[in-house]
């Protein structure tokens, strides 16, 4: 088994944090670290619902994605001085909304809505996967909050989720990819899912080279091993939180 750039070995996640309360503003906020990877998520909440939800007695959680123009080596422009956002942001934001809709109880959420904000801070690879398992953890954090204050009744979360990269490189599935390895992948996959091993989504695209059932089922249980680190590294971020 060969080396990775960074050393690790192929089932070997990068290392895992959660801060929670980064911020001081918004009901939650989370800095979720992946390695280098840094994405600040924060959850924000309007006691308001879109137009579309009107007489349904649901609520919504909706999320945007921004990469800082610092976030990587060469400065790329803010979004908004170029008048829209390019097709990747919103093919990730859509996703991160995607998956934690996927989490939670709509109708216990009757009349409100969260955004979920990741601001990517710094860009190793694997931004998306960061911004979604740190958004989980602001959500909690946002929820526990309008329980404690007695906004909402019930608990919406339905159950706990995380998300995670997968790849082959140079002929080897590996997991948790950063910049370096995502950059030259044979194949590059991301994995959303629950504690209770289900999929939730999963993205995976051939890099100019096919891949095999045989490198989908090693890139999976890469996967779900992966995921098991990243939700316990949220729930221990969560008890120590509480905890205060």
């Excluded at 503003?25 to 924000?44: D, H, I």
């Excluded at 706990?160 to 996959?189: F, H």
């Excluded at 095999?212 to 990243?230: C, P, Q, T, V, Y």
Aim: some cysteine; glycine content about 10%.
């Amino acid at each position: 088994m060969s080396k990775r750039p960074s050393g690790r070995n192929s089932n070997q996640p990068r290392k895992l944090n959660f801060e929670i309360g980064y911020t001081n503003n918004a009901a939650g906020s989370v800095l979720s670290e992946f390695g280098k990877t840094r994405v600040l998520c924060t959850a924000s909440v309007e006691a308001k619902i879109p137009g579309f939800l009107r007489g349904q007695n649901k609520g919504w959680v909706t999320a945007e994605y921004g990469m800082l123009p610092g976030s990587t080596h060469t400065r790329s422009r803010r979004e908004a001085s170029r008048g829209k956002q390019t097709g990747r942001t919103q093919e990730i934001q859509r996703l991160i909304g995607r998956s934690i809709r996927a989490s939670i109880d709509l109708a216990a959420l009757d009349g409100f809505t969260i955004t979920l904000d990741c601001d990517v801070l710094e860009a190793d690879g694997g931004t998306r996967t960061a911004a979604i398992s740190g958004s989980y953890v602001a959500l909690v954090v946002a929820l526990d909050q309008m329980l404690k204050e007695q906004i909402i009744k019930q608990d919406p979360m339905l159950m706990q989720i995380a998300a995670i990269s997968v790849g082959v490189y140079k002929g080897q599935a590996v997991l948790d990819l950063d910049y370096q390895e995502d950059s030259n992948a044979e194949t590059d996959m991301n994995i959303v899912m629950n504690s209770n091993g289900q999929f939730i989504e999963i993205q995976g695209t051939a890099e100019g080279q096919v891949f095999s059932r045989k490198n989908m089922n090693e890139m999976i249980d890469l996967a779900i091993n992966g995921i098991e680190s990243i939700i316990l590294a949220q729930n221990t971020s969560l008890k120590l939180w509480r905890a205060k």
